[in-house]
């Protein structure tokens, strides 16, 4: 499994999206020639702000909301 894959599959093992969310998006993202992450935004199963805070806390990096900020 590739380490995107396996970052995918964090988003189900977590619930922040379900499995055959991730499958249509996969279906769509080769459809579009589009990255998973996007097919996942566009379809509605996830929001971005819902995938950079998963990002970021994956990664080990602090989220911080730009709109908290003047």
């Known amino acids: ?3 995107m ?4 599959q964090q988003l189900v093992e977590r ?3 379900a499995s055959e ?3 249509l998006a996969r279906q769509e993202a080769d459809r579009r020639a589009i990255s ?6 566009r379809l509605g199963y996830i ?6 805070i998963f990002f970021a806390r994956e990664s080990g990096i602090a989220y911080i ?6």
């Open 1 to 3: 499994m590739s380490a």
């Open 5 to 8: 894959e396996s970052i995918a």
């Open 15 to 17: 619930g922040l999206i």
């Open 21 to 23: 969310a991730l499958s």
């Open 36 to 41: 998973v992450w996007s097919a996942l935004i």
């Open 47 to 52: 929001d971005e702000e819902q995938l950079m």
């Open 65 to 70: 909301d730009p709109a908290d900020y003047r």
